[in-house]
Structure formats: C-alpha cells, structure tokens
C-alpha cells in the first residue's frame, strides 16, 4: 500500500491510499475497475455504490476502510470488485481526490503553482458529472521524511462566445514543495463539473490545462446532452 500526502486550499493533507479485502469466490479474472461514488451507513461502513457507468450496487459485504470515518456521506473513489448477482463483492478501494474548485485572480501570481507532473490519462466520466485524472507525481524522501505536495484546480476563465457557448477553462495547480523526484506515485483526481462557477449547459464545453515534464497538455471536453 502507498500512501503520499497532498493539499490544497480546502484540501488539508488528505491522504491518497487504498485498502484490499478478501473476495468470497478469490476469481480475479472477472474483476472490474470503476470510478464511484461510494455511500456509508449510519455506522459509516461503505454499503452501496455508484459507478461512472451508471451503474447503482450494493456492496455484497459492507466494508471500512481505515479513511472512512464519516456516517451517512459520501465518498468519491476506484472501486476494484467482482460484480456477483448485480452487487459488488469488494476486492480493494482506493481514495480519490475531488478537489475544490478555486478562480485564479483570488490568488496573487506568485502562489500560483504549476510545477509538471506526468499525465497518464484524462476522461470525462459516462454520467457527465466528472473530469478523471490519472497523474504521475514524481516524489521521494528527503533526509527519511516525506515532504507534502500539493494539487488543486484552478478556474482560470469563463467566456460566452457569440452564438451562446460557454467555454470554462480549468488548469492543474501542482507545488512540488522541494520534494525530492526520485519515482512516480499515481495519484487519482475527480472534478465535479457542477463546481465550475457557472451553469453549464448542453454544448458548452470546459478545457482543462496541465503543465507536464513534456511541456503544456491541454484537452476539451464538450458538455453532452
């Protein structure tokens, strides 16, 4: 298990980690992946969730992982699980950060950070409610301690062109904090899209900027219907 430290405006040292359970069958070979939104009980054990596919199951056993510590929430994260009888028999979860979304002219130019980092995949989920990132942050540890990086989203502009579209354009705030880059830790990120500060609609489109160790990456994704 990895465990890296990251923050962000309203994101306080959160920690990206995972916790594996055993499966009642041990069958790998028909494991599935998703990203979901995953919902305690009042006792706050994970019991039900719901897939980027759409897809709403009920966990074969409720399970708690160390992070999860608030009843009746919810929490976004990869969901590792065989699908038995239309419920999720767990095998692992992983923690994904959803950061807050923060307009670049609150800050002032020097705090803005866009140090690079290694993008391995961006995707808008099937439900349109999320931007995915998959990244690579290059870390290590300096004198046996582990230093805090720190990642967030920016909203850097928002204009309406002249038949009506929206176009959002978001960019990956990432302070290295001196952290020695001696091998990569993934890290998952989830943006909800009804954070962006306006009304999006069908059509509008949201562009999201990274620096990377390959120079800038930019994508655009349309807002569906």
């Known amino acids: 298990m990895k465990k890296y430290l990251f923050a962000f405006i309203s994101l306080l040292f959160i920690a990206c980690s995972s916790e594996d359970y055993e ?3 041990g069958q790998l070979s028909f494991m599935r992946a998703d990203f979901a939104d995953v919902y305690t009980d009042a006792r706050a054990y994970m ?43 767990v095998v692992s979860v992983n923690t994904v950060l959803v ?76 302070n290295q904090n001196n952290c020695p880059e001696y091998y990569a830790a993934e890290v998952f990120l989830s943006i909800p899209l009804a954070r962006i500060p306006c009304l999006l609609k069908p059509g509008d489109d949201v562009s999201l900027r990274i620096n990377t160790y390959s120079g800038p990456w930019q994508r655009t994704f349309t807002i569906a219907p």
């Open 23 to 25: 499966t009642g069958d």
């Open 47 to 89: 019991v039900r969730a719901m897939t980027d596919d759409g897809d709403s199951l009920l966990l074969k056993k409720p399970v708690k992982p160390s992070w999860v510590n608030t009843p009746d929430s919810c929490y976004r994260t990869l969901l590792y699980y065989n699908k038995v009888e239309n419920m999720a028999d």
């Open 99 to 174: 950061p807050s979304i923060r307009k670049r002219s609150d800050d002032k130019p020097e705090e803005v950070k866009e140090d690079p980092v290694k993008v391995i995949g961006v995707w808008k989920s099937a439900n349109g409610r999320y931007l995915n990132l998959d990244l690579e942050l290059m870390t290590g540890k300096d004198d046996g301690e582990v230093v805090s990086q720190m990642v967030g989203i920016y909203c850097d502009s928002i204009s309406t062109d002249e038949s009506g579209v929206q176009h959002a354009i978001l960019s990956l705030y990432h």
